[in-house]
């Protein structure tokens, strides 16, 4: 017993010594801290996806609907000055539709659908309400997906990411100041694995044209975008 008690001593002193002579060797000397930035910005822009879909009992004249409803879709965009890269047209989709007939228990078929999906960028936040309107009043239209987002959040984020930096400093020549040292060098910066991307999805909506006589009143709110970052500082 007693042998047990010199051993565990013995290795608590050899523990201490080399944790003691970690800290006495000055260049080896540093603080880890993480710094964290948020920038909040009134959106400039409004993302959306538009639908358009026909169910008709001939494949080809569901084809036709779609397509004829897609180009007047693409007039629109063309109307209020919507840029060529930011409309993005999938393909055409076709499958058959069925209903269930529950006092017969049977599959009934209704007919061939087409269906056609847009995404669209509008820039304009101020002109969305007409724009929406006349997109929704075309033939079996959907809008959803609707979010919002700014044309400069790069540049938004690279100031948070500076922000980060700034705070990261700011503790570290407070933990310094604590124990009285002085703040050396940066020596290692890295981004970390959290970062609050408060992106496009601050609103919602999913409105057809058959329920809505006028546009969407866009209420886009403030986006906050925040960054976090960790920092090896050296201690003097």
């Not at 004249?61 to 999938?90: H, M, R």
């Not at 020549?173 to 703040?183: F, Q, T």
Request: hydrophobic share 35%; net charge neutral.
């Amino acid at each position: 017993m007693k042998r047990n008690v010199i051993v565990k001593v013995a290795a608590s002193l050899f523990a201490f010594s080399l944790l003691f002579a970690s800290c006495s060797k000055r260049d080896n000397r540093t603080v880890n801290v993480t710094g964290v930035g948020s920038v909040s910005f009134v959106p400039d822009m409004v993302c959306f996806s538009v639908t358009v879909k026909n169910t008709e009992s001939r494949l080809a004249d569901s084809l036709a609907k779609t397509k004829s409803t897609v180009s007047s879709l693409l007039e629109i965009c063309k109307k209020y000055n919507v840029a060529a890269e930011d409309i993005k047209t999938g393909l055409v989709r076709t499958d058959k539709e069925y209903h269930w007939q529950y006092n017969t228990e049977k599959k009934v078929f209704d007919g061939y659908s087409s269906s056609q999906n847009t995404e669209i960028t509008f820039r304009n936040i101020e002109s969305f309400e007409a724009f929406s309107g006349e997109v929704l009043a075309l033939d079996s239209t959907g809008i959803d997906r609707l979010s919002f987002d700014h044309s400069k959040r790069n540049e938004y984020e690279s100031e948070a990411n500076l922000l980060a930096l700034d705070n990261a400093k700011e503790s570290a020549e407070k933990i310094c100041d604590r124990i009285g040292e002085k703040l050396g060098k940066t020596l290692c910066v890295t981004d970390s694995d959290y970062t609050d991307r408060e992106v496009c999805m601050v609103s919602s909506a999913d409105y057809y044209s058959k329920g809505i006589s006028s546009g969407i009143v866009a209420s886009p709110g403030i986006i906050t975008v925040k960054k976090q970052i960790n920092v090896k500082y050296q201690i003097k």
